[in-house]
């Protein structure tokens, strides 16, 4: 969707070397967030934030760490990368928690790969 | 672990059948969201549902929210090709402050739809 852009959008990389994903917002939205996709587990959150600085774990935050230094960028750090981490990741925004603007608007995903 | 319960995983449907996604909470929701997700895509908000007992339509989607506020459904009439894709169930994972950003997803349900 317009607004919100994900890079690299394909990545193949090996075990043990570090990864860094970015979400790129232009809709100065609150909140991101990151999901894995994975075949039988549909979206996991990773981590998300709600402000800049304000970040928080979601369901499967082990292996992964994030940052917001500002609104528009929330990146997505893998410090050593595994197999277990080869996925499909979305980023996400929303204009906030409150129900009715909750809303999430997804990136068109990154697809990395782990030998 | 998953927030939220989603069934069933799979559904093959010929084109003109009914379809129907069943989404559970074992904690009262809010909010509840839906989605669809394209092969190959990434996912689209389609609704959300905030009052008990609320009923929405999208033409041949008919949404529904638990009297309680913990069961959702989606029901598809007379499937088309172009309803192929998964359908994913979302909702908050706390209750105050936050942690009403965290959503979390269904492992959802893929529907194949023949010709």
């Known amino acids: 969707d317009a607004g919100i852009t994900q890079s690299p959008r394909h990545k193949v990389t090996e075990t043990g070397t570090p990864v860094t994903l970015r979400c790129h917002q232009t809709?100065?939205?609150?909140?991101m967030y990151w999901y894995r996709q994975d075949p039988g587990h549909g979206l996991r959150l990773i981590h998300y934030s709600y402000g800049v600085k304000d970040t928080d774990k979601g369901e499967v935050s082990d292996g992964y760490s994030v940052s917001r230094s500002k609104t528009e960028d929330f990146l997505l750090t893998l410090e050593s990368a595994t197999s277990s981490q080869t996925s499909v990741y979305f980023c996400a925004i929303s204009e906030s928690a409150r129900p009715g603007a909750n809303v999430l608007t997804f990136g068109a995903g990154s697809r990395l790969t782990v030998l | 672990g998953q927030q939220v319960m989603q069934i069933p995983q799979y559904q093959h449907v010929q084109e003109g059948e009914d379809f129907t996604t069943y989404c559970n909470s074992s904690?009262?929701?809010?909010?509840i969201q839906w989605y669809k997700q394209r092969p190959g895509g990434h996912p689209v908000f389609l609704i959300q549902?905030?009052?008990?007992?609320e009923v929405k339509k999208q033409k041949r989607l008919t949404f529904q929210f638990g009297e309680a506020k913990k069961n959702s459904s989606l029901h598809i009439t007379a499937t088309q090709t172009t309803d192929v894709g998964t359908y994913f169930c979302?909702?908050?994972?706390?209750?105050?402050?936050?942690?009403?950003?965290?959503?979390?997803f269904g492992r959802g349900t893929q529907l194949t739809v023949w010709p």
């Open positions: 979302a909702g908050p994972g706390g209750d105050r402050g936050s942690t009403l950003g965290r959503l979390y």
């Open positions: 809709e100065n939205h609150r909140y």
């Open positions: 904690t009262t929701l809010s909010n």
């Open positions: 549902l905030v009052k008990s007992g």
